[in-house]
């Protein structure tokens, strides 16, 4: 492991992705406050709910397009499909046993109690956060293939927008096909839907194209702007979602971009304790993002079941307690990964995917 520290890694991913990550946190606690009759999705919360799901899945989408391409170039197609199953495939079907098994074992306790066919069926088809997993393996063995061919990345850039396009036209004309934010195709449907996110990350530098504050402030004008107008004349219309979808993801990730690259300059040439400590803990944060993805709905979910036996309603500290347990008991892990990869080291790494130095290669 230490043969990795001179590969350097790039701040951006992971600034995004930690922004992505608790989005994701902040938007399952509040459904599953909605779902528990705690709070109304109107006013403020309806926007919330709206603001967080137009970007922060479409961000990780990106995130992960970023490198596919020095992938692609470096591994064969088996060996990158070898790696997502190890990667996406077998994380998926391990946790999704261990979350629903738990849900049927919690009964009545949980929002939606769960019968035994559910557990032996838990993986298929994805269920809950899970559907990410199986999308994103469909995306990239798909990516990875088209850019074995000759001029790759540009059939994947055309087949991404006809895709847009396709689902656009066919969600205005109501094709049986387009569905709001999904193609009606069995397990592909989210894949294809979101295939053009991971494609744009392919055509976009890992790296922040702003270099400077003028272009931070319009970066973060653009996005605010785009977020404002989608609330505002909101309607569920897949050329209306992705519009200010990708406005959002693109700027979304220069901003957070550019504050990593800022900040990892900063502490270099000043080495402030406190800067230090939570630059690296926002990058921890964003490294682990996975096993946050795959654990927190239990953490989240079990702060609330746990509030409500207690006989605690208040809205505000189930929000906050479920965000902050959701985020952060899943990092709990890394210490258990530490423990048992001593004697499993390729099968921990594989059921709990963690990150534990700072210069290993985002790739």
Known sequence: ???????????????????AIALVVLGHTFRGLVNADLVESQGFWLYLDRGIYLFHMPLFFFISGLFISHIAQRETLFSIVKRNIILLIIPL???????????????SSVNNPLSIYHVIWAPYPPKFQ???????FIIACFAAAILKLKKGPYILAILSISTIIALSIGHL??????????????????AIFFMPYYALGLFVPAIALIRRNKG????????????????????????????????CVFTAYQI???????????????????????????????????????????????????????GITNLHLHLIAGVFTGLFCPLLLVPLNIFISRYFPTITQTLIPVKFFRKQANV
């Not at 492991?1 to 922004?19: E, S």
């Not at 004309?173 to 989210?190: P, R, V």
């Open 130 to 136: 899970f559907w990410f997993l199986s999308a994103l």
């Open 173 to 190: 004309m109501n094709a049986d096909f387009a569905e709001y934010k999904q193609a009606d195709i069995k397990l592909a449907g989210d």
């Open 256 to 310: 957070a971009a550019f504050v990593g690259e800022k900040v990892e300059s900063y502490v270099q040439s000043h080495d402030p304790m406190k800067m230090t400590w939570l630059h690296n803990a926002i990058l921890f944060i964003g490294m682990n993002s996975m096993i946050i993805f795959l654990a927190h709905v239990i953490a989240e979910a079990g702060t609330r079941v746990i509030l409500l036996k207690l």
């Open 216 to 247: 931070f402030l319009l970066s973060l004008f653009a996005f605010s702007t785009s977020v404002t107008i989608y609330l505002h004349f909101y309607q569920e219309a897949n050329w209306f979602y992705y519009l200010f979808s990708f406005i």
């Open 1 to 19: 492991m230490n043969q990795t520290f001179n590969v350097h890694r790039l701040t951006g991913p992971d600034y995004a992705k930690m922004i």
């Open 93 to 107: 079907i391990f946790w999704s046993y261990l979350q629903i098994g738990i849900q049927y074992a919690a009964g």
